[in-house]
């Protein structure tokens, strides 16, 4: 049977047809859509993990038990996990055990591009790259198969492209007749004390290379040959445009990246009479090509910084004067430049109208607060007109920034830093931020701004929602009674719709020369779950009152527009009643009480 | 040139439902026999930011990205963001569009200005355009939330598919209870 699967359904199909026990994550574009896909197969145990670590301490424990598990996460995810990841590929696998690593080249939603394929050369695993849909489910079941036949985690690498990519799949049954799961001591090779750790060690070198070997014939790195006089090594999505820019080029495509299979490399290369490297991000192939004594183009003329595009690989090439393969010449009559237009409006992305971030920014901004930010929808806190963000690393670096930054700073500054950090975010890492800061007593404040779900990557569950991957519910965590068994001793509830209570709870924490904390208790818009999230009735503004003061305008709501006036008129606010949301800040802040409900 | 391949980009504002559009372009393109590949961005574009959905097909699609300057068609959901992709089209390319305005941050906020006339300015640099009133049309289909099936319609039209993969499609993608009036709706659009 055929499908159109994105390369995410196609990883979680995959992963069915593998026969996986467990899958395991934590939520991040472009990776999410894995495991909220995977779902739909009743068979696999599937769930949210706090963090990235944990997800993948989860499965590796399944795989311990002989089940195969799936782990899934973002790039910068990978960072997080890669402790266990590094000593786990010393210890090998029970059950077949891969770890999805979703990149993001052009930071379509990150705060970084970098390369998954050097995390696994560093921890000396395999790594797999498939190019569409349809590999993203044949390589997702290989890669259980590798991870058995060589004793080792298996990485598969996708970026947005593929995982947000849609193509044909055809589908396959799953795979039957895989051991049962149960206990089988075996602590040598499992304790990963030093006198066992050296006895893996050199097993793990001898793995890569009979796996470099390996890759040599296998069918997933495959030699094209056309044209003799352009040869390019390719893996992943830049197969697609290279095949696409030139179409006559022999390729050298590699299914698995790590370890590359060097026999084949020097083979095709001869073959050919100039070869290139067409890879996006970091010159990780070219790197080991060169380092093998193979002549070989590539960062040279392809960019490093950004995703590949079709145009950018026609450009790179063109560019460098090189000509054949199929490189489309300009047509005749064709040489006008591309179609300029000119400077338009931006459309950055806003908080949603009814948002319950946005008051707390507001009252941020007035405050003139130093904000050491987190990584969520309320990163969108930067923009202006709210303009109430000062730094954002990585997940849960807000806290301990703030605890970093106050013990450098004179007495009359410490007060103006203040920690902004989600529930997600929060418990992701941010936990142990906080226990750091009670423990060394830093004189910030946090604001958690729990909004019972994970916004930003498409609301997912956590473990404060109250609810598992799975829809069942769960204990939540109570965020009040965490802060105060780690140590804070000031912890206080407010309502950000509330603007006044806000301000006067932010100064008097601000103002406090110990850590305190604040959690915010108005739910995300957009979660859609029975009695979370109620819809306010809309405001509207009276246009008899409206003094054309701008106000209202200072929280960036998308719900309210500035109307120019007329000939010899003044402008007025207005308010779109199909996205309010109904609440209620910008009625606080007009002093001309022209802003009502209803109507 | 091997440009058997037809692409087609579907651009508006996050939220505006540009997703099951170009899902259902390609569920109806892969019914019609061809290879298929499509290509967008979610996350953060999805507050309220610019999207854009890449649709390709032909005998064998490569990239799932349409290459810069090669778009045959383009399926805009908002009137500024089917401006700006312009420079997404080939010359001579085919321009469909829904006649709405959403004001960005900039002229929410009265520091910018939404442009003027962008039907004009569209219709100078592509003659083969089609500006479709999908709210009034989705209105009379019985759903004003069914605008973008009357501009799915109105595509159609373009795309030699046959008229059966496009109701297939529909009835594969779009909810049973919603399924009379969108298809009432594409036929709106497919009759403009
Ligand atoms: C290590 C890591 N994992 C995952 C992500 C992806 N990510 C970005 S923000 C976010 C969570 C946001 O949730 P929350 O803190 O509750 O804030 P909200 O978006 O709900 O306001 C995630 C998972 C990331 N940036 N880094």
């Known amino acids: 049977m055929k499908e159109i699967l994105s390369g995410n359904e196609a990883i979680a199909r995959g992963a069915y047809e593998a026969g996986v026990k467990v899958a395991s994550g934590y939520p991040g574009t472009p990776s999410t859509e894995i495991l909220e896909n995977i779902l739909q197969y009743k068979k696999i145990d599937a769930s949210w993990a706090p963090n990235e670590k944990v997800a993948m301490e989860v499965g590796i424990g399944a795989s311990f038990g002989g089940g195969r598990a799936i782990v899934t996460m973002k790039h910068v995810g990978v960072n997080v996990a890669a402790d266990p990841l590094f000593t786990f590929s010393y210890t090998g696998v029970g059950g077949g055990f891969v770890l999805i690593a979703a990149d993001d080249p052009e930071m379509h939603s990150s705060q970084n591009e970098q390369d998954s394929r050097n995390y696994a050369r560093f921890a000396k695993v395999p790594m797999l790259e498939p190019a569409d849909s349809q590999e993203c489910k044949d390589f997702t079941r290989l890669a259980f198969e590798l991870s058995e036949q060589f004793d080792t985690p298996v990485m598969l690498r996708s970026c947005t492209r593929i995982s947000h990519g849609k193509s044909i ?31 893996r060690h050199p097993l793990v070198e001898e793995r890569m290379v009979k796996l470099a070997a390996f890759g040599a014939s296998a069918p997933f790195n495959s030699v094209e040959m056309r044209d003799g006089e352009i040869g390019v090594i390719t893996a992943g999505i830049s197969y697609n445009y290279v095949r696409e820019v030139l179409p006559n080029a022999s390729v050298l495509k590699l299914g698995m990246v790590n370890p590359l299979p060097m026999e084949l490399v020097r083979d095709f290369a001869r073959k050919v009479n100039k070869l290139y490297v067409v890879e996006e991000l970091d010159p990780f192939i070219e790197e080991q090509v060169r380092a093998a004594g193979i002549a070989v183009t590539g960062k040279e003329i392809i960019p490093i910084c950004g995703e590949l595009t079709p145009g950018r690989l026609r450009n790179a090439f063109t560019t460098a004067g090189i000509v054949g393969a199929g490189l489309p010449r300009p047509e005749q009559g064709d040489e006008t430049s591309p179609l ?42 930067f923009m202006p007109p709210l303009n109430a963000m000062d730094t954002c690393i990585c997940m849960g670096a807000s806290i301990s920034n703030a605890s970093g930054i106050v013990r450098v700073l004179p007495e009359d500054e410490k007060k103006k830093v203040v920690a902004v950090i989600g529930d997600s975010t929060f418990l992701h890492t941010g936990i142990n931020s906080l226990m750091e800061m009670a423990y060394n007593g830093s004189p910030a404040t946090v604001i958690i701004l729990d909004n019972r779900i994970t916004a930003m990557t498409g609301r997912q569950d956590n473990p404060a929602s109250g609810w598992t991957l799975r829809d069942e519910p769960a204990v939540p ?123 | 040139m091997s ?37 967008e961005i979610h996350g953060m574009s999805q507050r309220g930011g610019s999207v854009a959905s890449h649709v390709r097909y032909g005998k064998e699609v490569f990239s799932p990205i349409v290459p810069e300057g090669e778009g045959d068609i383009l399926f805009g959901f908002e009137m500024l963001e089917t401006y700006r992709s312009l420079p997404l089209l080939k010359k001579g390319g085919t321009v469909v569009a829904n006649d709405l305005r959403i004001p960005p941050p900039s002229v929410l906020l009265g520091q910018e200005t939404y442009p003027e006339d962008l039907t004009g300015k569209i219709e100078a640099l592509f003659p083969d355009f089609t500006l479709v009133d999908g709210q009034k049309l989705a209105t009379e289909a019985g759903n004003i939330r069914a605008a973008n099936t009357v501009l799915l319609g109105a595509v159609s039209k373009r795309l030699d598919i046959p008229e059966v993969c496009w109701r297939q499609a529909l009835e594969k993608m779009v909810p049973k209870k919603a399924l009379e009036m969108n298809i009432q709706a594409f036929r709106m659009g497919r009759d403009l």
């Open chain 1, 477 to 599: 965590v109570d965020l009040v009674q965490l802060c105060r068994a780690v140590g804070i001793r000031h912890v206080q509830v407010v309502d950000p719709f509330d603007l006044d209570e806000t301000r006067k709870v932010l100064m008097e924490e601000m103002n406090r020369p110990e850590p305190s904390v604040i959690i915010t208790n108005r739910p995300c818009v957009l979660v859609k779950r029975e009695g979370v999230f109620e819809k306010g009735l809309a405001l509207s503004v009276d246009e008899d009152h409206c003094s054309g003061c701008k106000a209202c305008l200072r929280i960036g709501c998308p719900a309210i527009e500035w109307q120019p006036a007329p000939e010899g008129k003044k402008g007025k606010a207005c308010i779109d009643p199909l996205l309010c949301n109904g609440c209620d800040v910008c009625r606080q802040l007009c002093k001309f009480d022209a802003i009502g409900r209803g109507k």
């Open chain 2, 3 to 39: 440009n058997s391949v037809t692409n087609i980009l579907l651009v508006g504002v996050g939220g505006q439902g540009i997703l099951l559009a170009s899902e259902i372009l390609s569920e109806a393109f892969m019914l019609g026999g061809f290879d298929v590949k499509k290509s």
């Open chain 1, 169 to 199: 799949v055809e589908l396959n049954e799953p795979v039957s007749g895989l051991p049962e799961p149960r206990l089988v001591k075996n602590p040598s090779k499992l304790v990963m004390l030093p006198g066992n750790a050296r006895v």
């Open chain 1, 340 to 381: 300029q237009i000119e400077k338009l409006p931006g459309r950055p992305p806003n908080m949603c109208p009814g948002c319950p971030h946005r008051g707390v920014f507001y009252t941020l901004n007035q405050l003139k607060a130093y904000v050491t930010g987190d990584i969520g929808c309320y990163t969108l806190g």
